[in-house]
Structure formats: C-alpha cells, structure tokens
C-alpha cells in the first residue's frame, strides 16, 4: 500500500527551533503519511509573510490539498496573515499562551525570540565553552583534560559517542568528552587504564553488532574493521567491561540522539545549564 504524501510548512518570526521540534513530533505521529515539510525561519515583516502566503497558495494549486501549518508568530498581523490563507492552520503559540494567561492572571510578553535570545549570558556562555570542550577531547584526544569533564562517553568505535558528547554540549551545557575502546583494550578485557580514576564520570554506549557493520561499511570499509565478526566481538567484549566495572549503559540502535541525551541525563542526574 502506497503511502499518502502531504506538504507542511513550519513557521516562525524565530529561529523556528521551537515550532520545528513540536511541529515534527506532531507530524511523527503519522507514519502512514510522507510529509514533505519546509522550514521558514524569521517570518517578520508583512513582505515576508505576503511571500509565505503565495507560497501556501502555489503549493495548494499544484498538489491539491491544504498544506499544514504549524506557526509560532507572536505579531498578530502577521499571524491573521498566515492564518487566513489557504492551509490548514495550528497556532503552536495560542494552543497554550491564552491558557497560561488566565492561569498566570497576567499577560505574556508576545516578543520575538525570547525563548532562545540571550537573557541567559551565562547558560548561552556555558554551552559554547561545553562544545569546545567535547570537540578537544573527541576521539580520546587530551585525556589530561578529562579532571574537568562532567561525564566521559565510552564505547567501540561508532557506537554514537560523538554526537551524543556534543548534543550534551550543545543542549544541557554538558562537559562531555568520550573515549574509544581500541582492539588492545578489549582484548585485554578491562577498563582502560587512563579511564581507571575516573570511574564515578564514565558512562557506556552499545550497539547491535549488525547495525554497527552497516555503519562501519558505509563510512570505512576496511574488511576487517567492518566485519560481522569483528563488530560481534567488539560489542560482546565492550558490554562486558561495562557489566564488570558496574558502569552504566545504553543501547544507542533505536535512539535518536535526543533520545539518548535525555535519557544520560535522566540517569545520572547531571545539572542542565
């Protein structure tokens, strides 16, 4: 059975971060519908959105249907604008600012981009040195500096380490560094040494070894580090240094690496800046 196909579009006076992931999550509800979505960022002046709403219109000509718009606008101009062009419309911000304001007893501020400004120069500063710290000490490079890390990611070779380091970074402020377990620690079947007096920081990532070859093929064929064999061993010989050094660990195969952050924070308790 062929799937539906649907247009949306996500829109924002912003950076569109907010209205993407809500809009997306909303939208991953419906696995039977192929959506072709497209984000429009920093809607802010009547031009743009007269262009948007052509846009809208265009789309609607030339597919049939109502696209779906998911828009966080705060201008009420600019929004009615939208609003009453040919689509289907979800306010993002309505759905729950009017509740809050008569829960609150007080009016919201209805200003662009408060979400993610910079009233927090301090968080915004703690991200961006928690970024430069994860890219430093990517790949087990620097290990003097792992006094400063708040957790050391460890795990095979593409096992999702990296990016789970920098979404940490990048998200929570996290001070992230991983390390990489090299055939002559997993054969020696014990926890590196340099990794030893930083056991209370350490914190497991595993794959299934199938989806680990498919990975280690397309980015570096090398016959024997991307062997079905090889990953089995890997995987086997790695989870068994977690279990024998009581270091806790996740299974990375079915997580986004959102997932896999909330899921590292959630375990060990790690402040969010």
């Known amino acids: 059975m062929s799937s539906k196909k649907r247009t949306s579009f996500i829109i924002s006076d912003g950076t569109a971060v907010t209205a993407e992931a809500l809009g997306q999550s909303l939208l991953s509800q419906f696995p039977n519908v192929v959506f072709h ?20 219109n265009r789309t609607v000509s030339e597919s049939g249907e109502r696209p779906l718009v998911f828009a966080t606008l ?4 600019l929004r009615t604008l939208i609003s ?7 306010d993002l911000f309505d759905t729950f600012l009017n509740p809050l304001e008569d829960v609150l007893g007080t009016r919201s501020a209805h200003k662009i981009g408060l979400s993610h400004g910079m009233k927090n120069a301090h968080g915004y500063a ?13 790949d087990g490079i620097e290990t003097r500096s792992y006094k400063d890390a708040q957790i050391i990611i460890v795990g095979v070779s593409r096992s999702g380490k990296t990016p789970t380091c920098l979404y940490l970074a990048l998200q929570y402020g996290v001070y992230a560094a991983n390390y990489p377990l090299t055939d002559s620690e997993l054969d020696a079947n014990r926890l590196p ?14 794959i299934d070894p199938f989806r680990l070859q498919q990975i280690r093929q397309e980015r570096y064929n090398r016959a024997s580090y991307a062997s079905a064999r090889q990953c089995q061993y890997e995987v086997a010989q790695a989870e068994a240094i977690f ?31």
């Open 37 to 56: 979505t497209e984000v429009l960022p920093f809607l802010d002046t009547r031009k743009k959105a007269d262009e948007t709403v052509e846009l809208i």
């Open 74 to 77: 705060v201008d009420d101009e």
């Open 84 to 90: 009453e062009s040919n689509c289907e419309f979800f």
């Open 126 to 138: 703690t991200r961006i040195g928690a970024m430069n710290y994860a890219l430093e000490t990517d």
């Open 193 to 206: 040494e340099v990794l030893e007096e930083y056991r209370e920081k350490l914190f497991g990532l595993t």
């Open 243 to 273: 279990r024998r050094s009581k270091i806790k660990f996740l299974n990375s195969t079915q997580m986004s690496v959102e997932e896999l952050g909330a899921k590292i924070m959630q375990k060990t308790g790690l402040p969010r800046h």
